[in-house]
């Protein structure tokens, strides 16, 4: 346990200001939920050693209340471990209660064909801690199960955002305005479910289960995750009411291209405090020692540890920005100037900690750098395209290990190769002026879109309809999302140990990424090929991750997920010894950031659908693809034999 002695506060006091007189007033800068000043008559510690940060205590993994042996329900073994977290939920998460009091509800699709969500009256917030802790360092098998918790929060978060943007008509049925925040209200929902994480402690340093490089295209998404917890305020900080020794204590900042003050230099950063600004970012009045200014002065006398997040403007966030963790940093100076303006601002100079992965922008300024110059890597061999023209985006090539180029004495598959007799029959829908729930294809979903439209996939399904050649609607129908090819910048990569694939762009969750393509072989030549030695891929074996894209059984009990279309036991394999596509480079992981979902638009065997590769999470560049080979492969083989 670390204790620490308050000390006397650095600024001066009774001396009288030259500054120019300010008539003209900043606007109000953003709070805790608590004052940040210590109640009436309670008069702080000084002088008393106190403790300020405690070690987080947590169990084995096997030794934890309700943990299955294959790791399955992981949310609810996390709800269950009140030994580790002394999590107290604020209710019963199965309870539905018929009074204003209660969170919310969804109306079981029986009753409700939309299966849409109703929200109820406002309830009190939680209290946050007044405890700030530190995480010892974790056994590999509690990062992967720390991971997994946040990897399923964060995928409930996007699939209920997700759900709520999908439809306008939603929208207004609801009598909601269209500029409605719908990820301030999935956060809220997941709120009074009790589904944020770490609200019941103050982290300090390193969060369990969040990792450098990971990317949020909302801050109110950082807050769910315990991250960052305050929306809107740069620094998250304990205020003083809530401390042990009546001090605020830094938490996190988040560094942003909007501040002006900033001077980012990567491993150290100048950042400006909070204050005295108008709604136009300009300085009109002298910055305050106070509230997060003073917290992160705090954390620098006390050798606390600050979590540093970068935010990047991208087009490609709902957002226009993306938030990404770079890590730990430790303040080590701080001091005020005084700004053009003519008034006092705050600098805090922070320092990145060694021996962490490194930062997103090395990797944000090699994917930038790589779209007008493939070739500004310095070393290693490169394939600008592997599929020679055919995708709508390039698939490179890349290796810096050795000389080996064996994926590209395949022949490049766009699409898989299906027998002739399986387009016996096809539907077609006449939608001239574009597709409505009314279509034909559009009904054999459940009579639900399957994608937004933006192209993201609302819920994973058994099998998606889509539109297909012969239908009437145009080429950009919000029902014709696979069949637009690739959208992002894949590469294919060699490692010390096999090949595997990365995006050299930001990868929204449930954007779709390519078709898993190869020859489809019968049950009948399967078995004869299989007997020659060849390794075959059986679609049967992929994991059914669709199920957890877009299950919102967390947060009520009423939710039925659609079981329409269903499909038949697929019988069939797909032979890509010799002609394959970029997904057959993907890395095997039993906690993976992609998923297969079948798809069918140009038949109607439902034996035969296609499979297509969806997001599971928002993926950043050069982060690794991964599937759930299933029974096809384990984590000693990390990918299919003939990929290795």
Known sequence: MATFVPFPDPTVTGTTSTFPVVTIQPKHEPVDEDSLTAPPGIPAPLGMPVPLAVQFPYLPRESRPGTSADGANIY???????????????????????????????????????????????????????????????????????????????????????????????????????????????????????????????????????????????????????????????????????????????????????????????????????GGQDRHSRQIAHQKLQGGNLALERSMRYGIDVRVIRGHKNNASPSGIFYVYDGLYRVVEYGSDIVISGHRVYKYTLVRLANQPKMSIEDLSLANSLKTNPLVRPRGNTCLDMSTGNQNVPVTLFNDIDDDNEPLEHQYLVESIFPSFVYQYEDRCQCLSGCSKDCSCVRKNGGQFAYDKDGILIQGKPLIFECGPSCSCLPNCRNRVTQRGVRHRLEVFRSRTSWGVRSLDYILAGSFLCEYAGVILTHEQAQILSMGGDNLVYPRRFTERWKEWGDLSQVSPNYVRQSDPEIPPLDFAMDVSSMRNVASYISHSRSPNVMVQFVMYDHNNLMFPRLMLFAMETIPPFRELSLDYGGVADESSPQLAICN
């Open 76 to 274: 609810d073994e996390y709800k269950r471990a009140t030994e580790i977290f002394n999590y107290v939920f604020s209710g019963n998460e199965n309870k539905v209660v018929e009074n204003n009091n209660d969170v919310r509800d969804i109306v079981p699709v029986v009753e409700n064909p939309g299966n849409q969500i109703f929200f109820l009256d406002q309830v009190e917030h939680w209290k946050r801690s007044n405890e700030l802790v530190i995480v010892p360092n974790l056994s590999r098998e509690d990062q992967v199960y720390y991971r997994g918790i946040v990897r399923k929060t964060r995928m409930l978060y996007d699939a209920m955002r997700i759900y709520l943007v999908a439809d306008e008509e939603m929208k207004n049925a609801f009598g909601f305005d269209k500029l409605c925040r719908w990820d301030l209200k999935a956060a809220t929902v997941m709120r009074r479910c009790g589904l944020w994480l770490f609200t019941d402690k103050r982290i300090v340093g390193a969060l369990p289960g969040v990792e450098v490089g990971d990317v949020f295209c909302y801050r109110i998404e950082m807050s769910v995750v315990g991250l960052h917890r305050h929306p809107q305020a740069g620094i998250d900080f304990m205020p003083a009411c809530r401390s042990s020794n009546w001090e605020p204590i830094a938490t996190s900042i988040v560094v942003s291209d909007r501040h002006k003050g900033n001077d980012d230099k990567g491993n150290v950063i100048i950042y400006s405090g909070i």
